[in-house]
């Protein structure tokens, strides 16, 4: 996923270890991706470069 970003945005994002199964996406403190709030579920390939988009799409 990290790769994912860095290929489609030219950024190397900054991975922050969690625990408990913690895993979000975020940025600017605003959150854009969580496996809590989507049901335990691990994003799928593809999703977590859509939601930068959105965010980036949402700034514009």
Known sequence: ???D?????GVK???VAGS???FKI?????VMYSKHEQ?????SEGVVVSAVKE????LA
């Open 1 to 3: 996923m990290a790769a």
């Open 39 to 43: 049901g335990n579920e691990f994003p």
């Open 20 to 22: 408990g199964g913690v």
């Open 13 to 15: 994002p900054e991975l």
């Open 5 to 9: 970003i860095e290929n489609e945005f």
């Open 55 to 58: 965010y980036k799409e949402s």
């Open 26 to 30: 975020t940025a600017d403190d605003n």
